[in-house]
């Protein structure tokens, strides 16, 4: 379906956008190696969201693919992936970054970070989140090694490469542009970039 809306998010900044039940999002890595946190809420009750874990224990896989339905907090569908043209590496083990994430990696005073990004966008629409949920990242790179280690590893991913999520429920999916510029999660050269949004009817 052709777009109904599409608009830049800016680097290291956040957007909420109201998702009717049927209606997708596209998230669009414009330069390839852009970090996207992504979180959706239920219209009605934003206590009720997207959550990580619950969506590994229904799906039994790390990272979600092309066709996987995406659960809340209490095991209902509320995304589902539609379409996905990067290499499918995503990840939803690690945390959104915050103001201590940058201040243990030796930032002094205050970075952006994906947490105020998520209570900012959500702040335009009048709400504000009790926690912050584990986002989904997209196009984030977290690779498993053969004894459990994690590591923080440039994106895969290429200019243009898209992921589209299909709403099964009215719901409001928050964005986050990743701001990380410490390690090299957005690229070897820790620049966050901006990306494209489209609103599909």
């Known amino acids: 379906m052709p777009p109904s809306e599409k608009q830049t998010l800016a680097a290291t900044r956040g957007a909420a956008f109201r998702i009717a039940s049927g209606s997708a999002i596209a998230v669009i890595n414009t330069h390839g190696s852009q970090v996207v946190d992504t979180w959706a809420f239920c219209a009605d009750d934003i206590d009720h969201h997207l959550s990580m874990q619950h969506t590994r224990a229904h799906t039994t896989q790390l990272m979600p693919m092309t066709g996987s339905i995406l659960y809340t907090n209490r095991r209902e569908p509320i995304l589902r992936i539609e379409a996905d043209t990067s290499p499918g590496i995503h990840d939803t083990l690690i945390p959104a970054c915050d103001r201590w994430r940058y201040e243990l990696l030796g930032h002094v005073g205050y970075h952006r970070n994906c947490c105020d990004n998520l209570q900012e966008a959500l702040g335009a629409l009048g709400l504000r989140a009790s926690y912050v949920p584990a986002p989904l990242n997209l196009f984030m790179n977290i690779p498993v090694g053969p ?4 590591s923080f590893e440039a994106p895969v991913s ?14 409001i999916v928050v964005l986050s542009a990743c701001p990380q510029d410490m390690v090299p999660i957005n690229g070897a050269n820790l620049t966050p970039m901006d990306v494209e949004v489209a609103l599909i009817a």
């Open 147 to 150: 004894s459990g280690g994690l």
């Open 158 to 171: 290429k200019p243009g490469d898209r992921v589209v999520l299909r709403a099964l429920r009215d719901c």
